[in-house]
């Protein structure tokens, strides 16, 4: 480990002296490529020594990230970062697309009931609780201080959709760093996932009855369509990406990693152009592909395996380097007072509801469900966007709330895979 | 959403120029060289980029200039690590006279008759067309040695040969960087201090890179961790290039000749984790370089039957030098100068960081003239190959029966 802390080390020292550099010269060029190949090393050594201290590797990249990124020693340049946003799209999809892998037929009659139950219940008590919290610090949220008592429940509701979230993309990440298999595992993906096609409902609807309460109006039929591209419209693409797929890898079948990158960066991209979610479209793909024929969702699973690497790692990275630490301090105790009563809503909601059958559900599932990234990062983003006069405030409380559970997240989900058994540890240098 | 249609674009074209049709000589023998040269994206590139059919805007450009860094960047790096200081060391003095030969006589054959022509038709001051005339004269004294490697590895040519004209086509390309380091010396800034200053400064970055490259690969054994590690440093070094505004050309080769020098015994995997993003990332810098190709620069069009026709002269005349030079080193084939026809992808790296570096009406044209000669030269190389594998006519002798 003292080896890969001396290389990150050194690395860091390069990026201070690029940077130094920068300030001397005056006439500076773009500095994306910088971001990706800095955050990339960086990254990879910074897993390396996070998992020589017993912590997920992830959690090295998304520190790494943080330290050197634009808001804390600032060697990596803002506009650098932001340039990578393709790089993010093509993380989630990759993701998406091995978690879609995973899901297959007979585990859905397995699980799926009970999954969609324990989510229901989950998400429900999360989502009141949240509720409860947001509308009672009214006096104290700016954003909600001037509202009138409909519109603060409204925006209450609508915050609490989000907070409510989980991070399928984390989840699935340290499923793989850890090469996890079994029942508790295969739970907990399926409950991240379908947390998420919850959250993406009731957030249209939360969405639409907010916009109702500033006296936008409240169109059903707009709000339904939306809703139902947005899912019936993913599934289909991720379909027709699943066909693509299987004649390319029947017809074709070489350089099959390139062309999976090339077909997720098309899903990412696309995907946000036709107002469909990315995540959905990749995951629904993999599944398809899964159920359609089992040998190649398994060359998938390797050939996102060899390509996956630098991928996940300049993923996390740049996520870290995207945090704005400042907001921790401004809008840092309602956000903690949040993160608190979340974990608790779901460590008790876990306990009560999950199925009696397998204890390790009711002792360690909730580990695994406090970590939020990508789909959280994005309905804030929404919020932002739609609702102008108040949504960047509502950004600034999400974002410091993700900073704060991308940085334990990790490290629980990890912990709750290793306390079931069905971690089988980090041999492979290629896991994310 | 111009990175996606780029992408897209290139994920095509590859499948196309991989396709056995395409590449079969015997059905389209032009296309099939250029399309395994890869300047079949080179021309894709001047279609759909901004000065033909307009799919991608010059704004898009702009957005795209990373990839173009990295792919320089990359470029430079294997350049460096072909520069192997012990290979060198035991290479006899004719080798070097020799390849200087062929690239400095193709250098004279175009630079000089260029800057008359540059002069005329651009009114630029002297010191501005000497410039781009040079850069126009390294870029015809490059020369690509892979028809004498798929030659001889298709037993249509000894081995012995082919790999003296590989050796030869290796060495020119210093030749090439050396004057592109000039001419960014005297263009890429205010002063020719400044300007060597950025030099150096591309050079340092370099060193800095292939040193902490080489110690970050040290004791690496996966090859896909090797691989990773790879294009994160890569992409550092023409990253931060591109960023400090130098050249990631020379900072790549200043990152591979280092790594080469320190990297010990994982210099050849490093090499191979190299390999497998190399191909790719040429592509994607040949495309986008097409790209910039002012395809209605009639100034550009107007110099290229001169260039090519001078270049072919220089070549010719400078690879019956080099023979005589090296008869006693090197066994090469009797008519050298038309294995060295082809121009390869490195002339069009060496113009495309002087157009990033130093943008003006001067630097597109050589560009333009550069870029649409490395097609032409890779057509006519082809069939100027056959030359080469024939053998010579017999001597006739007077009074002999």
Redesign the interface.
Same mark, same amino acid.
């Given at each position: 480990m003292s080896g890969a802390i001396i290389r990150l080390g050194l690395l860091v020292a390069v990026l201070a002296g690029i940077s130094g550099v920068q300030e001397w010269r005056v006439d500076t060029g773009n500095s994306v490529m910088l971001a990706a190949g800095a955050l990339l090393l960086c990254g990879l050594f910074a897993g390396k020594v996070a998992k020589g201290f017993g912590l997920p590797r992830l959690t090295g990249y998304i520190l790494v990230g943080v330290v050197v990124g634009p808001y804390a020693l600032g060697f990596i340049p803002g506009e650098g970062v932001k340039g990578l946003e393709l790089v993010k799209g093509l993380a989630v999809s990759l993701i998406a697309l091995v978690a879609g892998t995973e899901l297959n037929l007979g585990l859905i009659r397995r699980v799926g009931m009970k999954v969609a139950m324990l989510c229901v219940a989950v998400c429900g008590v999360t989502f009141v609780v949240c509720f409860a919290a947001v509308f009672a610090l009214k006096p104290v949220l700016p954003f909600l201080t001037p509202m009138t008592v409909p519109q603060a429940l409204a925006v209450s509701a609508l915050v609490s959709t989000v907070v409510v979230s989980f991070s399928p993309t984390v989840t699935i990440a340290i499923v793989q760093e850890t090469s996890a298999r079994g029942s508790f595992t295969e739970f907990l993906m399926a409950l991240v996932i379908i947390g998420d096609l919850f959250v993406m409902v009731a957030f249209a609807l939360a969405a639409g009855v907010t916009r109702a309460s500033f006296g936008g109006g409240f169109d059903v039929q707009g709000l339904l369509s939306g809703v139902g591209w947005e899912l019936f419209g993913s599934v289909g693409v991720g379909a027709l990406l699943a066909l693509i797929l299987l004649v390319y890898m029947r017809r074709v079948n070489r350089e099959l990693p390139l062309f999976l990158v090339g077909l997720c960066f098309a899903a990412a991209e696309g995907g946000s152009r036709l107002h469909l979610s990315p995540l959905l479209v990749a995951l629904s793909a993999g599944a398809l592909i899964a159920n359609l024929d089992e040998r190649n969702s398994q060359r998938i699973h390797h050939a996102i395996q060899l390509a996956g690497l630098p991928v996940f790692a300049l993923f996390f990275a740049a996520a870290g380097a995207g945090l704005k630490l400042s907001t921790l301090v401004t809008v840092g105790p309602a956000a903690l007072l949040l993160v608190v009563l979340r974990a608790v809503a779901i460590h008790q909601s876990c306990r009560r509801f999950a199925p009696a059958e397998d204890p390790r559900l009711k002792r360690y599932l909730w580990m695994g469900l406090i970590s939020q990234a990508g789909v959280t990062f994005g309905l804030a983003a929404l919020i932002s966007r739609t609702f102008p006069d108040f949504g960047p405030q509502v950004e600034v409380l999400i974002v410091a709330m993700i900073t704060t559970h991308e940085l334990v997240g990790p490290v629980l989900t990890r912990r709750a895979l290793e306390r079931s058994g069905e971690a089988r540890g980090d041999e492979r240098p290629q896991t994310a | 959403?111009q990175?996606?249609l780029v *992408?897209?674009a290139i994920?095509a074209l590859s #499948?196309l120029a =991989?396709s056995r049709t395409l590449l079969d000589p015997s059905r389209f023998p032009g296309v099939a060289q250029l399309a395994a040269s890869g300047l079949i994206f080179l021309i894709f590139g001047a279609l759909l980029g901004p000065g033909l059919i307009g799919v991608l805007s010059a704004e898009d450009l702009q957005g795209l200039? /990373? +990839?173009v =860094? #990295?792919g320089l960047g990359t470029a430079g790096v294997i350049l460096g690590l072909n520069l192997e200081p012990r290979v060198l060391r035991l290479l006899p003095r004719p080798v070097f006279s020799a390849a200087l030969a062929h690239a400095g006589v193709a250098f004279l054959f175009v630079a000089v008759p260029m800057a008359g022509a540059l002069l005329l038709t651009t009114r630029l001051p002297l010191g501005v067309v000497v410039g781009g005339a040079a850069l126009l004269g390294a870029a015809a004294s490059l020369s690509s040695g892979h028809f004498a490697v798929l030659g001889y590895r298709s037993g249509r040519m000894e081995r012995a040969r082919g790999l003296a004209v590989a050796l030869l086509t290796m060495l020119d390309d210093w030749v090439g960087l050396l004057v592109l380091a000039l001419a960014l010396v005297l263009g890429s800034a205010a002063s020719v201090a400044d300007g060597g200053g950025l030099v150096a400064?591309a050079l340092l970055?370099g060193m800095?890179?292939g040193a902490?490259i080489a *110690?970050?690969t040290y004791?690496l054994k996966?090859l =896909?961790?090797l691989?990773? +590690?790879m294009? &994160? &440093? +890569?992409?550092? +070094? &023409?990253?931060?290039a591109?960023?400090?505004?130098v050249s990631a050309l020379l900072a790549g080769v200043a990152c591979g000749a280092t790594l080469a020098l320190v990297g010990g015994r994982a210099v050849e995997q490093v090499a191979r984790a190299l390999g497998r993003f190399e191909r /790719?990332t040429y592509l994607m810098l040949v495309f986008l370089a097409g790209c910039y190709v002012q395809a209605r620069d009639v100034d550009a069009w107007v110099l290229l039957p001169g260039y090519v026709a001078l270049r072919f002269l220089g070549k010719v005349w400078g690879g019956s030098l080099a023979r005589r030079f090296a008869a006693t080193a090197l066994e090469l084939p009797p008519r050298l100068g038309y294995a060295l026809i082809a121009q390869g992808g490195l002339a069009v790296c060496l113009v495309v960081q002087y157009l990033m570096l130093v943008p003006g009406p001067l630097s597109q044209h050589v560009f333009d003239v550069v870029a649409l000669g490395a097609v032409v030269n890779e057509v006519l190389a082809n069939r100027a190959f056959r030359h080469v594998l024939e053998p010579p006519p017999p001597v006739v002798k007077e009074g002999a029966a």
């Open positions: - | 959403m990175a996606l *992408f897209l994920a #499948l =991989s200039r /990373p +990839v =860094s #990295l400064l970055l800095l890179c902490l *110690f970050l004791a996966d =896909s961790e691989t990773a +590690v294009l &994160g &440093g +890569v992409a550092l +070094v &023409g990253g931060a591109s960023y400090l505004r /790719p």
